[in-house]
T-cell receptor, first 118, second 111 residues
Framework: GAVVSQHPSRVICKSGTSVKIECRSL??????MFWYRQFPKQSLMLMAT?????????EQGVEKDKFLINHASLTLSTLTVTSAHPEDSSFYIC??????????????FGAGSRLTVL | DAKTTQPPSMDCAEGRAANLPCNHS???????VYWYRQIHSQGPQYIIH???NNETNEMASLIITEDRKSSTLILPHATLRDTAVYYC????????????FGQGTTLQVKP
Protein backbone atom coordinates (compact mmCIF):
# COMPACT_ATOMS: atom_id res chain seq x y z
CA GLY A 1 0.00 0.00 0.00
CA ALA A 2 0.85 3.66 -0.14
CA VAL A 3 3.49 4.80 2.35
CA VAL A 4 4.41 8.32 3.37
CA SER A 5 7.63 8.89 5.26
CA GLN A 6 8.42 11.94 7.38
CA HIS A 7 11.79 13.02 8.68
CA PRO A 8 12.79 13.87 11.32
CA SER A 9 10.30 12.31 13.69
CA ARG A 10 11.45 14.54 16.51
CA VAL A 11 13.43 17.74 16.48
CA ILE A 12 14.45 20.18 19.18
CA CYS A 13 15.80 23.55 18.21
CA LYS A 14 16.65 26.90 19.70
CA SER A 15 14.39 29.88 19.29
CA GLY A 16 15.22 31.85 16.16
CA THR A 17 16.55 28.95 14.13
CA SER A 18 14.90 27.34 11.13
CA VAL A 19 13.82 23.73 10.91
CA LYS A 20 13.12 21.67 7.79
CA ILE A 21 10.76 18.70 7.78
CA GLU A 22 10.69 16.31 4.83
CA CYS A 23 7.73 14.35 3.56
CA ARG A 24 8.26 11.58 1.01
CA SER A 25 5.86 9.33 -0.82
CA LEU A 26 7.79 6.07 -0.98
CA UNK A 27 5.93 3.96 -3.50
CA UNK A 28 3.77 6.38 -5.42
CA UNK A 29 3.90 9.78 -7.00
CA UNK A 30 2.07 12.57 -5.26
CA UNK A 31 1.33 15.71 -7.21
CA UNK A 32 -0.38 17.08 -4.13
CA MET A 33 0.63 16.82 -0.51
CA PHE A 34 -0.94 18.40 2.56
CA TRP A 35 0.61 19.75 5.72
CA TYR A 36 -1.20 19.72 9.05
CA ARG A 37 -0.26 20.77 12.54
CA GLN A 38 -1.67 19.48 15.77
CA PHE A 39 -1.44 20.94 19.26
CA PRO A 40 -1.85 18.72 22.34
CA LYS A 41 -5.37 17.38 22.81
CA GLN A 42 -6.59 19.13 19.67
CA SER A 43 -7.55 17.95 16.23
CA LEU A 44 -5.45 18.29 13.10
CA MET A 45 -5.46 21.71 11.51
CA LEU A 46 -4.73 21.98 7.80
CA MET A 47 -1.93 24.44 7.14
CA ALA A 48 -1.37 24.27 3.41
CA THR A 49 -1.69 22.31 0.22
CA UNK A 50 1.61 21.58 -1.49
CA UNK A 51 1.49 21.29 -5.27
CA UNK A 52 4.38 19.83 -7.25
CA UNK A 53 6.06 22.47 -9.38
CA UNK A 54 3.95 25.38 -8.16
CA UNK A 55 3.39 27.54 -5.12
CA UNK A 56 1.68 26.11 -2.09
CA UNK A 57 -1.82 27.17 -1.16
CA UNK A 58 -2.05 28.28 2.45
CA GLU A 59 -5.10 28.14 4.67
CA GLN A 60 -6.40 31.33 6.18
CA GLY A 61 -4.32 32.51 9.10
CA VAL A 62 -1.20 30.52 8.20
CA GLU A 63 1.80 32.72 7.48
CA LYS A 64 3.39 31.68 4.20
CA ASP A 65 6.66 33.44 5.01
CA LYS A 66 6.82 31.62 8.32
CA PHE A 67 6.06 28.17 6.98
CA LEU A 68 7.88 27.70 3.69
CA ILE A 69 6.72 24.80 1.59
CA ASN A 70 8.61 23.39 -1.36
CA HIS A 71 7.35 20.54 -3.53
CA ALA A 72 10.17 20.12 -5.99
CA SER A 73 9.45 16.56 -7.09
CA LEU A 74 6.57 14.13 -7.29
CA THR A 75 7.79 12.30 -4.20
CA LEU A 76 9.08 15.04 -1.91
CA SER A 77 7.60 18.03 -0.13
CA THR A 78 9.40 20.00 2.54
CA LEU A 79 8.10 22.30 5.26
CA THR A 80 10.53 24.81 6.72
CA VAL A 81 9.59 26.58 9.91
CA THR A 82 11.57 29.79 9.75
CA SER A 83 12.77 31.68 12.81
CA ALA A 84 11.03 29.21 15.05
CA HIS A 85 9.62 30.32 18.40
CA PRO A 86 8.25 28.31 21.31
CA GLU A 87 4.68 28.83 20.10
CA ASP A 88 5.62 26.94 16.92
CA SER A 89 6.19 23.83 18.99
CA SER A 90 3.71 21.33 17.64
CA PHE A 91 3.17 18.02 15.89
CA TYR A 92 3.48 18.49 12.12
CA ILE A 93 1.95 15.85 9.87
CA CYS A 94 2.05 15.53 6.10
CA UNK A 95 -0.19 13.51 3.84
CA UNK A 96 -0.49 12.60 0.20
CA UNK A 97 -3.16 11.12 -2.00
CA UNK A 98 -2.41 7.52 -2.76
CA UNK A 99 -3.77 5.22 -5.42
CA UNK A 100 -6.01 3.12 -3.22
CA UNK A 101 -9.13 4.24 -5.00
CA UNK A 102 -8.88 6.56 -7.97
CA UNK A 103 -12.52 7.55 -7.59
CA UNK A 104 -12.27 8.65 -4.00
CA UNK A 105 -10.05 11.00 -2.07
CA UNK A 106 -8.09 8.79 0.29
CA UNK A 107 -5.03 10.32 1.90
CA UNK A 108 -2.05 8.51 3.35
CA PHE A 109 -0.44 10.21 6.32
CA GLY A 110 3.09 10.31 7.57
CA ALA A 111 3.95 9.42 11.15
CA GLY A 112 4.39 13.07 12.06
CA SER A 113 7.25 15.26 13.22
CA ARG A 114 7.27 16.63 16.73
CA LEU A 115 8.94 20.03 16.91
CA THR A 116 10.02 21.50 20.22
CA VAL A 117 11.39 25.03 20.20
CA LEU A 118 13.31 26.03 23.30
CA ASP B 1 -18.08 20.66 2.72
CA ALA B 2 -20.71 18.95 4.79
CA LYS B 3 -20.23 19.14 8.54
CA THR B 4 -20.08 16.05 10.68
CA THR B 5 -21.13 15.51 14.28
CA GLN B 6 -19.60 12.81 16.44
CA PRO B 7 -19.86 12.05 20.15
CA PRO B 8 -16.69 13.25 21.90
CA SER B 9 -15.99 9.95 23.60
CA MET B 10 -17.09 6.33 23.86
CA ASP B 11 -16.07 3.24 25.78
CA CYS B 12 -16.08 -0.31 24.54
CA ALA B 13 -15.24 -3.62 26.17
CA GLU B 14 -12.41 -5.59 24.65
CA GLY B 15 -13.70 -8.25 22.27
CA ARG B 16 -17.03 -6.55 21.76
CA ALA B 17 -18.13 -4.60 18.71
CA ALA B 18 -17.50 -0.87 18.76
CA ASN B 19 -20.15 1.16 16.94
CA LEU B 20 -19.12 4.76 16.27
CA PRO B 21 -21.86 7.04 14.95
CA CYS B 22 -21.51 10.07 12.73
CA ASN B 23 -24.15 12.54 11.61
CA HIS B 24 -23.73 14.35 8.29
CA SER B 25 -27.19 15.65 7.51
CA UNK B 26 -25.98 18.20 4.92
CA UNK B 27 -24.05 15.72 2.82
CA UNK B 28 -24.42 16.22 -0.92
CA UNK B 29 -24.82 13.58 -3.58
CA UNK B 30 -21.20 13.41 -4.69
CA UNK B 31 -19.62 13.46 -1.24
CA UNK B 32 -18.00 10.42 0.29
CA VAL B 33 -17.85 9.49 3.97
CA TYR B 34 -14.29 8.79 5.14
CA TRP B 35 -13.13 7.36 8.43
CA TYR B 36 -9.65 7.79 9.82
CA ARG B 37 -8.23 7.12 13.23
CA GLN B 38 -5.29 8.51 15.13
CA ILE B 39 -3.53 6.54 17.77
CA HIS B 40 -1.74 8.71 20.28
CA SER B 41 1.27 10.59 18.87
CA GLN B 42 0.99 8.98 15.44
CA GLY B 43 -0.25 10.16 12.06
CA PRO B 44 -3.85 9.41 11.13
CA GLN B 45 -4.59 6.03 9.61
CA TYR B 46 -7.15 5.48 6.88
CA ILE B 47 -9.85 2.99 7.84
CA ILE B 48 -12.61 2.93 5.25
CA HIS B 49 -14.75 5.10 3.02
CA UNK B 50 -18.08 4.86 1.23
CA UNK B 51 -20.47 6.75 -0.99
CA UNK B 52 -23.87 5.06 -0.81
CA ASN B 53 -23.45 1.37 -0.18
CA ASN B 54 -22.26 -0.28 2.98
CA GLU B 55 -18.61 -1.21 2.88
CA THR B 56 -16.44 -3.74 4.65
CA ASN B 57 -12.72 -4.29 4.71
CA GLU B 58 -10.22 -6.06 6.93
CA MET B 59 -10.40 -3.31 9.53
CA ALA B 60 -14.03 -2.32 9.80
CA SER B 61 -17.49 -2.03 8.33
CA LEU B 62 -19.19 1.18 7.31
CA ILE B 63 -22.96 1.38 7.43
CA ILE B 64 -24.49 4.37 5.63
CA THR B 65 -28.19 5.10 6.07
CA GLU B 66 -30.36 5.15 3.00
CA ASP B 67 -30.79 8.94 3.15
CA ARG B 68 -27.00 9.22 3.70
CA LYS B 69 -27.47 11.62 6.57
CA SER B 70 -25.65 9.44 9.04
CA SER B 71 -23.26 6.53 9.18
CA THR B 72 -21.78 4.09 11.65
CA LEU B 73 -18.29 2.69 11.76
CA ILE B 74 -18.19 -0.80 13.21
CA LEU B 75 -15.10 -2.44 14.63
CA PRO B 76 -16.37 -6.00 14.98
CA HIS B 77 -14.05 -7.21 17.74
CA ALA B 78 -12.37 -4.27 19.43
CA THR B 79 -8.94 -4.76 20.95
CA LEU B 80 -6.92 -2.53 23.26
CA ARG B 81 -4.92 -1.41 20.22
CA ASP B 82 -8.07 0.10 18.75
CA THR B 83 -8.04 2.81 21.42
CA ALA B 84 -7.73 5.99 19.36
CA VAL B 85 -9.48 9.10 18.15
CA TYR B 86 -11.79 8.27 15.26
CA TYR B 87 -12.58 10.93 12.69
CA CYS B 88 -15.55 10.93 10.35
CA UNK B 89 -15.03 13.27 7.38
CA UNK B 90 -17.28 14.09 4.48
CA UNK B 91 -15.66 15.26 1.27
CA UNK B 92 -15.97 15.09 -2.46
CA UNK B 93 -14.38 12.37 -4.53
CA UNK B 94 -11.73 12.56 -7.23
CA UNK B 95 -8.73 14.79 -6.78
CA UNK B 96 -10.56 17.34 -4.67
CA UNK B 97 -7.72 17.32 -2.19
CA UNK B 98 -7.82 18.44 1.37
CA UNK B 99 -9.57 16.73 4.25
CA UNK B 100 -10.73 18.87 7.15
CA PHE B 101 -10.71 17.14 10.52
CA GLY B 102 -13.27 17.77 13.23
CA GLN B 103 -12.86 16.81 16.87
CA GLY B 104 -13.59 13.12 16.36
CA THR B 105 -14.60 10.47 18.88
CA THR B 106 -12.12 9.21 21.43
CA LEU B 107 -12.72 5.48 21.71
CA GLN B 108 -11.41 3.83 24.83
CA VAL B 109 -11.31 0.05 24.66
CA LYS B 110 -11.27 -1.40 28.14
CA PRO B 111 -10.14 -4.88 29.24
Amino acid sequence: GAVVSQHPSRVICKSGTSVKIECRSLDFQATTMFWYRQFPKQSLMLMATSNEGSKATYEQGVEKDKFLINHASLTLSTLTVTSAHPEDSSFYICSARGDRDSGANVLTFGAGSRLTVL
Amino acid sequence: DAKTTQPPSMDCAEGRAANLPCNHSTISGNEYVYWYRQIHSQGPQYIIHGLKNNETNEMASLIITEDRKSSTLILPHATLRDTAVYYCIVRGGGNTGKLIFGQGTTLQVKP
